[in-house]
């Protein structure tokens, strides 16, 4: 994902308290910087297809916040992130210490007449924002109830 046209149409900045600490947890779920502004405490982060921008808080970068940022950051969201290995990275994770919020599990969620299946779990960053991590199980047919 060099070039920019290559990048996904849609990517979250998280606002984060410490760069440092965010690049390490993020770089232990398998992410790599793909480019960064040093003097702006701004960093961006690719992995298989996905990207995230980190910026520091009171760093002198530029700022769009709405509300005062209070831990945990990310409120009412969580980013879903597909990844080929989701057994491994869960394990490495899990070794390293980062708070695990639901351990792995496969589950099916309903799409009108069929489910689509996710082998997933989900972690917290340093600053609380959730990033569930799954492996795509496929799709299968939903058994209507009478």
Same mark, same amino acid.
């Given at each position: 994902?060099?070039? @920019?046209?290559?990048?996904?149409?849609?990517? @979250?900045?998280?606002?984060? /308290? &410490?760069?440092?600490?965010?690049?390490?947890?993020?770089?232990?779920? %398998?992410?790599? /910087?793909?480019? &960064?502004?040093?003097?702006?405490?701004?960093?961006?982060? /690719?992995?298989? *297809?996905?990207?995230?921008?980190?910026?520091?808080?009171?760093?002198? *970068?530029?700022?769009?916040?709405?509300? &005062?940022? $209070? #831990? @945990?950051?990310?409120?009412?969201?969580?980013?879903?992130?597909?990844?080929?290995?989701? =057994? %491994?990275?869960?394990?490495?994770?899990?070794?390293? *210490?980062? &708070?695990? =919020?639901?351990?792995? $599990?496969?589950?099916?969620? #309903?799409?009108?007449?069929?489910?689509? %299946?996710?082998?997933?779990? =989900?972690?917290?960053? @340093?600053?609380?924002?959730?990033?569930?991590?799954?492996?795509?199980?496929?799709?299968?047919?939903?058994?209507?109830?009478?």
């Amino acid at each position: 994902m060099a070039d @920019p046209a290559d990048w996904p149409r849609l990517i @979250p900045e998280l606002q984060v /308290v &410490s760069l440092e600490a965010s690049l390490r947890f993020y770089e232990d779920a %398998g992410f790599a /910087v793909a480019y &960064s502004r040093p003097d702006e405490a701004f960093i961006m982060l /690719v992995r298989e *297809g996905a990207a995230l921008m980190l910026e520091e808080i009171g760093g002198p *970068g530029r700022r769009f916040g709405a509300a &005062s940022l $209070e #831990r @945990p950051l990310g409120r009412g969201m969580n980013l879903q992130v597909q990844v080929t290995n989701v =057994v %491994g990275l869960h394990g490495r994770m899990a070794e390293r *210490g980062w &708070s695990l =919020v639901a351990d792995l $599990e496969q589950r099916w969620y #309903r799409m009108d007449d069929r489910e689509a %299946g996710n082998h997933q779990f =989900v972690v917290a960053d @340093p600053d609380g924002y959730l990033l569930r991590f799954f492996e795509d199980l496929g799709t299968r047919g939903r058994a209507v109830s009478a």
